[in-house]
Every structure is written in C-alpha cells, then in structure tokens.
C-alpha cells in the first residue's frame, strides 16, 4: 500500500469549497435544491446537504487537522438513486414510526394488540418501521435557511399496521463545528409508538486512508455504558440486560478503543448476529447516578475519533439507549460519492467494504413496548397530549496529536 507521501495529499482529495455554496438571496434563504438535487447548509468549519428521501444527509463536510473538508458520511451523488437503489441500507434517513426491530411484529397498548407489517428474518420481526419506513418516503421542505433546514412528514392512521396519524418533523442546524438535530412526532389520534434516530453511517476517514478501507482503527468511547441489550440470533430483545464487562469485546465504557481491537477474539463472533463478528448493539446510556443533569453538558454520551485525518466527533443527545453497527454486512456493493476515496488509484475499489463504515444511532431503548418490565412506555408510547422530542448535538473538532504524518504512520 502506497504511502501518503507518495501519493501525495493534495492529489487525493477532490477539490471542494464552501464558496460554492453561499447563500444567493436575502432573508438568509437559499435557492434551494442544487443540480444534484441536494439542499446545503452551512457554517464555520461544518457544510451539510439533504435531501427529501428520508429527510437524509447525503453530505457531511468537516474540516480536518489541515484545513481539508472530508465527507465523512455515506451517500448517493445524485438525490434521484436513493429511491432506485431499493437495496440502500436506510442511507442517513430518519427511520420511523418505530426505529430498530419489534419482535414478532406485534405490541400491545392498553389491552389491544396491534400487527405492524413484518420486513426482516423471513417475517420474524419489523426493523425500522416496515417496508415502507419513514426512511423510505419523500419528506416535505418546510424550511430551508443557510444554516438550518426542517423536514415534515405526515403518516397517516394504519400505515405499516400502526394505530393513528402521525405527525414528524425533523430539524437540521449547523453551527461553527456542530451539527444539532431537533426531532418531534405528534399522534393526533390514538396512542401509538414512536422511536425516531438518525442512521448516519459515517467513515471519519473519507474513504481517503491509504492503509485502511475499514474504520476498525478508529477509537470509539461510550462512557455511560456499561450494560448493553440482550438479544438472540436474529439480534432481537430478548429482555434482559447484560453487563459490559471490563475490557471484553463489548467494553467502550473505561477509555477509547480501536472498534477493531477484539474482533478476532472468540467473543466477538456472534455479538452482532448468527455468525456474525463485530458490533449491532445497542448499549445503555447510564447518567443519572451522577444526580440529575443537562444532556448538552452531561457527556458526551460517545466519542469517534479517527487517528488518520484527527477528525473527531462528540455526541450529546437526550435519548437513554445508543445503538452501534461496525457494518459487517457491507460487501462492496455500496459505490463511494465522487466527494470520496482515490479516483487515481486504481488498485482500490470505490466501493464500501467489510467494517468499511460505523453507524451511531442516538434512541431509546429498542423494543421497548415488548418489554414491559423495562417501564419504557412513557418514552416510547404517545397519545394526542404528549408529543415525542429527540435532541442531539454533534460537535467536531480535529485532534492534531492523532493525524497520520508524511510516511503514513500516526503521530
């Protein structure tokens, strides 16, 4: 594998300026939409664009230790192919009305018993809310500013099998190195569930690592964690929760660790499935013992740091539960964007590998409303009087003792 020296870094990246994307009109409103069918935000050091399928962020620009914008999220050139690739793993999009998996596609709410449509395990469950998730469908552009952008969405009573009328919106705000997510669902009907989360699949590294495909060098700390889910084969709840125990495979909660520090050890192989090694676990967010808090300072709940461009990513959010996935199922069909990766490198494929991604879902704890003993009704179950709020900021910053040096080893 060629060195960074050798290659050279300025001929590694394409070339990207926020000048590109100035607001064009008063009132601090864009144009909207750009050729690619993408809308974009911006502020100091942070430059974002969505689109209207599953209110996504196909792009996130974040300036590294020298200066260089990297899009470190997964992602589509053009808004137009996320509805033609169907096989898409819910790219950046906002799953509902229920995120992650309901056992049995089945719950029941005050004594009636409701069959959602199943999607996943050949009909043994419903992940992300169905075949026809809130990732899935157009949201509608309620407003679009140079720093901000707001999505809604209206899910009708029955759809998917779920009781009532939804009503969700989402924002997106950018602010000098943060990203700051505002999520609301109102139920105008009946009681229903609601679990919204951003399934933001991110590489830190750009895909422009030339000693690495994968992000299994990237450190990751979950410091509130120390228990995670348990779940079966199939990766569903099965009511019990499990100890983090010091330094195993599941362990983020003493001090930052390589994601791939462990995949090797006998532990990992069935952590994320049947035959499966590496990490879909949603871990536990433990902060009150500390007496009570304000989520915007208690944390971060977890860190992400790259060592090859120093980025790094904080994560405060107000969600109990926080879901990680090493992206073991990626086989190198999932083509990089032209914002990504070497296109003078031919020996490597533009393509997402094996552990070539992480996702990082902020949420509650999945299939809650099957596990009543967990008392997580009032956070999950909501009626016409009590709508659903999700918060969480993102903050960058670039850590200069981390960055890869000239001969490609880290400083």
């Known amino acids: 594998m060629r060195s960074i020296a050798q290659l050279g870094l300025a001929a590694l990246l394409p070339a990207v300026s926020l000048a590109q994307y100035s607001p064009t009109s008063s009132n601090n409103i864009t144009d909207g939409a750009d050729a690619d069918g993408k809308y974009t935000i911006s502020a100091e050091g942070i430059r974002a664009q969505f689109i209207p399928y599953g209110a996504s962020m196909s792009n996130l620009f974040i300036n590294d230790t020298q200066g260089i914008e990297r899009d470190i999220v997964l992602g589509f050139d053009n808004a137009s192919y996320y509805s033609v690739d169907k096989q898409h793993p819910h790219l950046n999009g906002i799953p509902g009305r229920y995120a992650n998996r309901i056992k049995n596609s089945t719950f029941t709410i005050d004594g009636n018993t409701y069959n959602v449509l199943p999607n996943e395990n050949g009909g043994a469950d419903?992940?992300?809310?169905?075949?026809?998730?809130?990732?899935?469908?157009?949201?509608?552009?309620?407003?679009?500013?140079?720093?901000?952008?707001?999505?809604?969405?209206?899910?009708?009573?029955?759809?998917?099998?779920?009781?009532?009328?939804?009503?969700?919106?989402?924002?997106?705000?950018?602010?000098?190195?943060?990203?700051?997510?505002?999520?609301?669902?109102?139920s105008t009907q009946v009681k229903t569930p609601i679990m919204m989360t951003s399934h933001t699949y991110w590489n830190l590294d750009a895909f422009q690592n030339p000693n690495s495909d994968t992000i299994l060098n990237n450190t990751l700390h979950l410091p509130y964690s120390g228990q995670r889910i348990g779940v079966d084969s199939i990766l569903i709840p099965n009511g019990t929760i499990v100890p983090n125990q010091q330094y195993s495979v599941n362990d983020f909660w003493t001090g930052p660790k390589q994601i791939g520090a462990n995949l090797t050890a006998p532990e990992s192989l069935g952590n994320c499935g049947a035959g499966c090694s590496g990490y879909d676990t949603a871990y536990l967010v433990n902060r009150a013992q500390d007496g009570p808090y304000d989520w915007r300072q208690k944390g971060p709940v977890a860190t992400l740091a790259s060592p090859f461009t120093g980025i790094q990513v904080d994560i405060f959010t107000d969600q109990d539960a926080f879901q990680v996935y090493s992206c073991p199922g990626q086989n190198g069909t999932l083509a990089l964007k032209k914002t990504q990766g070497f296109f003078n490198d031919t020996s490597r494929p533009r393509a997402v590998q094996k552990y070539g991604c992480i996702v990082m879902e902020v949420e509650e704890w999945i299939d809650g409303i099957n596990q009543p003993e967990w008392q997580r009704n009032k956070r999950q179950i909501f009626g016409p009087e009590d709508p659903y709020v999700l918060e969480a900021i993102y903050k960058f910053s670039a850590n200069k003792t981390l960055v890869a040096s000239n001969n490609g080893t880290y400083a």
């Open 126 to 186: 419903t992940l992300h809310g169905g075949p026809n998730g809130w990732d899935w469908r157009n949201w509608t552009l309620v407003t679009h500013t140079a720093n901000s952008i707001t999505w809604s969405l209206v899910d009708p009573d029955g759809s998917q099998g779920f009781p009532g009328e939804v009503i969700a919106y989402a924002t997106y705000t950018v602010t000098p190195y943060q990203w700051h997510i505002r999520m609301t669902a109102t």
